[in-house]
């Protein structure tokens, strides 16, 4: 479910650094202090889909949610030792292709899936899904390849990525063509959320669980507001090339909303158990690695 799958969004930001004890007890009261709010303020007759927030799959209650949580931890928890001096891309490319190609299929289920049924709606779900994942790969290979000379795999399977984060929140409101346009729209702003804000605002986020989330969700919220078609939609769901310019307002706010709850009660939420039973393991036990620490085993 997306209470399942929104924590361990987050994991992927401060991989290798958080206790196990602290990482079970932080997601415990992460999903029902920060989690559980948001998804009824937008899907559960709350406040936020009252104002109208549109949020077909979960771009606010799953992805900035877990792209600003994502951030916060980093931020507490610190750099990895190392982090800036040693090697730390993928050790093995393959299998982070494979796992791409895993979410793609798998975000067909997210999107299309929440529908609700075999509907016109959800097959345009799937169709858009897989518009916008497509340009988000594209684009952010491209913007890869004008800055840095190189295209590299492990960007468009980034960009790939980038554009099934943005398309989440839109799946259910726009044709093809608003799908193509927010996947290229979120490949390069996503790409510049992994690379040039990363290094500005200079935090240690392993999986870019906030450029490619955090950003990736904001950009697909907020363009949802743009590209929202009634004739996909349904009655008086549509943005601006539909005639709603006051839509984007809308999501932004209900963007806005998601970002200060989570960033504050996350914030909260890391600093009690830090207190009560300590967040990160200590410096031998990550240079000697968690998994050989916790398990006496390691996967490479």
Known sequence: TFAIITPALIAGAFAERMKFSAMMWFMALWSLIVYAPIAHWVWGGGFLGDWGVLDFAGGTVVHINAGVAGLVCALVLGKRKGFGTDNMAPHNLVYSVIGAALLWVGWFGFNAGSAVGASVNAGMAMAVTQFATAAGALAWMFAEWVTRGKPSVLGIISGAVAGLV?????????????SLA???????????????????????DSLDAFGVHG???????????VFAVEVIGGEGKKGLID??????LTQLWGSLVCIAWCAVATFVIL???D???????????????LDINLHGETIH
Do not use: H
Request: proline residues 3%; glycine residues 22%.
């Open 215 to 225: 950003v990736g969700g904001f950009v697909g919220a907020i363009l949802t507001g």
């Open 275 to 289: 207190a009560l039973i300590g967040l990160r393991v200590t410096t031998e036990e990550e240079i000697e690695g």
């Open 243 to 248: 005639g709603n310019a006051g839509q984007v």
């Open 182 to 204: 927010i996947g290229i729209v979120a490949g390069l702003v996503c790409f510049w959320g992994a690379t040039g804000l990363k290094k500005a605002m200079g935090y240690d």
């Open 166 to 178: 943005a398309i989440t929140p839109a799946s259910g409101f726009v044709n093809p063509m608003g």
């Open 271 to 273: 600093k009690v158990v």
